[in-house]
């Protein structure tokens, strides 16, 4: 069976410090992988995607992870934090063989002024 | 493109009692998802429909709970004899077949006394 895990429930950094959120995987097979935003009051967003092309991914409001098959890892990170980035994360996993998405228990991101 | 709705937001209900949450997906969308949501977890799927056909359904669904998807448009998702344990948010999503990315609806909060 396929999981993620999210380390730190909590992430605080200060506004233009750099973001990073954790991610490890478990799939038997090659990983789909994904990072989803969710605002308060909000349904959850796609930020960004790995379908096993470049393992750099770029996503929207300047996110990136990286997929490292050695560490079975997905990290998100973005280089500078705004406010507006204060949501709840979460990590999430398929593969060509499923159909349904597995997600992790998430990582809520508070931004110190 | 109205994005996923769903219906009602919210739903305040007493214990024994039958609920019913309705959830249009995006139209050109085959696929359609349940999953719920509790403080502090990331979404657990619950069941999922290929047009009208129910494709897989989580163990985590008891026989109390139902989804129906008649006609391959609109979904409906109903909790019989609801407990306080049903208490959480139910989301739905939609995409289309084999391309592994979900789009949320905001989501209904059931509240059970």
């Known amino acids: 069976a396929q999981s993620v895990t999210q380390l730190g429930s909590h992430v605080s950094v200060s506004e233009g410090a750099l973001v990073l959120l954790r991610c490890n995987y478990s799939?038997?097979?090659?990983?789909?992988l994904f990072w989803y935003v969710q605002y308060p009051n909000q349904g959850l967003q796609l930020l960004l995607k790995?379908?096993?092309?470049?393992?750099l991914v770029k996503g929207i409001n300047g996110f990136e992870a990286e997929f490292k098959k050695s560490e079975t890892s997905f990290h998100l990170t973005k280089p500078s934090a705004h406010m507006s980035d204060a949501a709840e994360y979460f990590c999430?996993?398929?593969?060509?063989?499923?159909?349904?998405?597995?997600f992790g228990k998430g990582t809520r991101l508070h931004i110190l002024p | 493109d109205t994005g996923v709705s769903q219906d009602p937001r919210h739903k305040i209900t007493k214990r024994g009692q039958n609920v019913t949450f309705r959830c249009d997906p995006i139209?050109?969308?085959?696929?359609l998802y349940w999953y719920r949501q509790t403080l502090g977890q990331g979404p657990e799927f619950l069941t999922y429909?290929?047009?009208?056909?129910?494709?897989?359904k989580s163990r985590l669904l008891s026989d109390r709970f139902s989804a129906e998807r008649p006609k391959g448009s609109f979904s409906t998702l109903e909790i019989q004899r609801t407990e306080q344990g049903d208490s959480a948010m139910y989301l739905c999503?939609?995409?289309?077949?084999?391309?592994?990315?979900?789009?949320f609806g905001a989501g209904s909060r059931l509240t059970v006394l």
């Open positions: 999503a939609s995409s289309p077949i084999g391309a592994n990315v979900l789009t």
């Open positions: 799939s038997s097979v090659p990983p789909y």
């Open positions: 790995y379908t096993s092309a470049a393992t």
């Open positions: 999430a996993v398929t593969s060509s063989k499923d159909d349904k998405i597995i």
């Open positions: 139209s050109e969308h085959n696929r």
């Open positions: 429909f290929q047009n009208e056909a129910q494709l897989e």
